[in-house]
């Protein structure tokens, strides 16, 4: 876990959970935003039923967006999100969960998604917990550890969200029938103008760039990198700046685009306006690598873009695929 031990901390370590895991379903997005909604009260503990509330809540809201689970998925009628779509679809403009629903997500919660949230790809778990369940009477009761407290205390907890509601919209697109299969072949695109990532072939927004990417740079500016906190002022950054082709510089190479997801970065607007024009540093050219990289292990379609982005120009995925896909750009 390279990516954690670049900066062992606790937000890393939910970043992992959040951007890193697998996802047949969007349950874990729904368990990520109850645990941080209790948690960011204060509260260091709260009943399964009380939690459940709450992860029923932001599924039913998210189900407006788009499938939280495959289209290609045939759900049976007592699955947790056939019960989800019924409801919805009974009591459109309704928030608040049935009791129906939230009891079914009590029975369902701690042997599923509760047992899975800190799991990783490959049989590994997260270097931190965030919770942990015991009996109280006939309660079940979750109780938050200093992991998860820090977090919800933290001057990062806004970043955070942000890239949790965007890493759950572009699942949620790769699991739309014909939008997922855009996704697949063609990768996300890039509207600079209003800072968005695009599915390419109806153009239709996806999720902001700048909380799609910036948890892979641990919520830092790759320029200075200090943390980008909620009151800065955010730019994103080329940060192979387009200048360098006009003076020669940079390879002439049709393949090579700079508006492309690998080359464009959160920063500060003030490190952004220094910059200028100039090539990056080696610091940054390394800091760049280092997040795409991390954006490799993340599930897709954000990897696939870059996949995409590496085949174009006759470069493989592999370990220390984009190092050397970067040291080819200058």
């Known amino acids: 876990m390279g990516f954690y031990s670049s900066h ?28 941080i909604e209790h948690a960011s009260r204060g509260e260091t503990s709260a009943t399964l039923r009380s939690l459940a509330t709450s992860y029923t809540s932001a599924i039913v809201q998210h189900s407006s967006n788009g499938p939280q689970a495959p289209g290609s998925l045939e759900l049976a009628p007592k699955d947790f999100l056939s019960l989800v779509q019924r409801f919805v679809e009974e009591f459109p403009n309704d928030v608040a969960p049935s009791e129906e629903l939230v009891d079914a997500a009590v029975r369902s919660m701690p042997g599923m998604v509760m047992q899975k ?28 550890t200093p992991a998860l407290m820090s977090i919800a205390d933290s001057t990062e907890l806004n970043s955070l969200n ?20 855009s996704l697949m ?9 209003n800072g968005r990532l695009l599915e390419k072939r109806r153009r239709r927004p996806v999720a902001g760039l700048a909380a799609a990417v910036m948890g892979f740079q641990y919520g830092r500016c790759l320029i200075c990198a200090d943390p980008l906190e909620q009151t800065d002022s955010i730019a994103i950054d ?8 006009t003076m020669g510089k940079v390879m002439r190479d049709p393949h090579l685009d700079l508006d492309a997801v690998w080359n464009l970065a959160p920063v500060h607007a003030s490190c952004n306006a220094q910059k ?28 696939r873009t870059l996949e995409l982005s590496l085949a174009v120009r006759g470069f493989r995925a592999g370990d220390g695929s984009w190092h050397k896909f970067l040291a080819t750009v200058l």
């Open 8 to 35: 062992p901390t606790a937000s890393t370590a939910w970043r992992l959970a959040v951007l890193m895991g697998a996802n047949a379903r969007t349950y874990k997005f729904a368990l990520a935003n109850a645990l």
């Open 185 to 193: 072949s063609q990768g996300l695109g890039v509207d600079l103008t």
């Open 276 to 303: 200028s024009n100039r090539p990056p540093t080696r610091d940054e050219i390394f800091r760049l690598a280092a997040r795409t990289e991390a954006i490799m292990l993340s599930p897709h379609p954000l990897r």
């Open 162 to 181: 942000s890239e949790l509601d965007a890493r759950w919209r572009i699942v949620e697109a790769s699991f739309a029938i014909g939008i997922g299969q």
């Open 117 to 144: 949230f800190h799991n990783l790809r490959g049989g590994a778990e997260t270097p931190h917990r965030f919770y942990s369940l015991r009996s109280s009477g006939r309660d079940v009761v979750v109780e938050f």
């Open 238 to 245: 080329h940060v192979f700046p387009f200048s360098l082709m």
